[in-house]
């Protein structure tokens, strides 16, 4: 990549979907990364033809690793092409933009997988899903401010649920601002919202602001999660740490957090994310085998084994990633 091309791909490519009907780009087990989250909603395929056998997934296929490649790119050249935020899309191809919810779900593409035979059929069948939403925090609700948003990349995506979230960096946040009623108006003023650049300070590590709240039709919350990238010695480096956890299995209806990352090197390039997780449900697969009358302690009809074989997910975690927050000194 060439300087010119570099400088114009962090112009005209703001964004990337990181969730849609097909599944999570996040990242992927085992690929440069031992996130156990990265296994979630997985097509198995290599690329829309390709089952992965036995052959290496390319690590440039995820958005996380897009992400460190853009910080070694601003090292060389002085312009990050992938400072990328999130939006998740359904991309469905059934013409129902924003219908997401797991118990209604009739396939992706029409006539080809409109029974619940079809949709259980194959792996690749079971393996999609209703597809994600794309959440914009702009000024109105309006066209302009809209794609205000988008372009600086304050946007956030889901896997199809309608949690809230909120995500700031800042060098002075306290750290019991989260119980201030203006909260939002302080992140604001002393900081930045998620896909922005965080200018650098000296002195001091970075603090971050993350709050959450459940979709009232969805479930509770689980847990949040910052998740880290930086260059060091030529290397790339992450960390995904769990900044606040719901008390009770049965989850909570709103997470927030102000923290610290202690372990900051003002030299190195850095971005940050925030991921929240809500706590487990039945997937669109478990609704379709209900659905058929199926029970795995009796005969199972042909061509439903999957419904009781382990081979296909039966719960969700749904969740949502927000745009980073990129760090450079």
């Not at 058929?292 to 999957?306: K, Q, S, W």
């Amino acid at each position: 990549m060439s300087v010119p091309e570099a400088s114009l791909r962090s112009q005209m490519e703001p964004l990337a979907e990181i969730y849609q009907h097909t599944g999570n780009s996040e990242c992927y087990p085992g690929v440069n990364t031992t996130d156990e989250q990265c296994a979630f909603e997985k097509l198995p395929l290599d690329s829309v033809t390709k089952p992965p056998g036995g052959s290496t997934i390319p690590k440039g296929s995820f958005v996380r690793e897009a992400l460190k490649l853009g910080l070694r790119y601003d090292d060389m050249f002085g312009v990050n092409p992938y400072r990328l935020g999130f939006i998740g899309s359904t991309d469905t191809h059934n013409s129902t933009p924003g219908k997401t919810d797991e118990a209604t779900f009739v396939g992706h593409a029409g006539s080809k997988d409109d029974t619940i035979a079809e949709r259980l059929g194959t792996d690749i069948a079971a393996a999609y899903g209703p597809g994600g939403v794309a959440a914009v925090w702009a000024t109105a609700n309006t066209r302009d401010a809209i794609f205000a948003a988008l372009q600086r990349r304050e946007v956030y995506a889901t896997s199809g649920t309608r949690v809230l979230a909120r995500f700031f960096g800042g060098w002075s946040y306290a750290p019991n601002l989260c119980s201030n009623p203006r909260l939002v108006q302080i992140a604001y003023r002393d900081g930045v919202p998620m896909g922005s650049l965080l200018p650098a300070l000296a002195g001091a590590p970075p603090t971050f602001i993350v709050q959450a709240q459940r979709d009232p039709q969805g479930a509770a919350l689980h847990a949040v999660q910052i998740v880290k990238g930086w260059t060091s010695g030529g290397e790339d480096h992450e960390s995904v740490t769990t900044v606040v956890e719901a008390t009770t299995p049965a989850g909570s209806q709103t997470l927030r957090r102000v923290w610290t990352d202690d372990d900051f090197v003002a030299g190195d390039r850095a971005f940050y994310y925030a991921r929240v997780l809500e706590v487990a449900t039945p997937r669109w697969s478990a609704y379709d085998c209900e659905n058929a009358g199926v029970d795995c302690d009796g005969a199972i009809p042909p061509g439903l084994e999957r419904c009781c074989d382990g081979s296909t997910p039966m719960s969700i975690e749904e969740r949502a990633w927000t745009s980073p927050i990129w760090y450079a000194p």
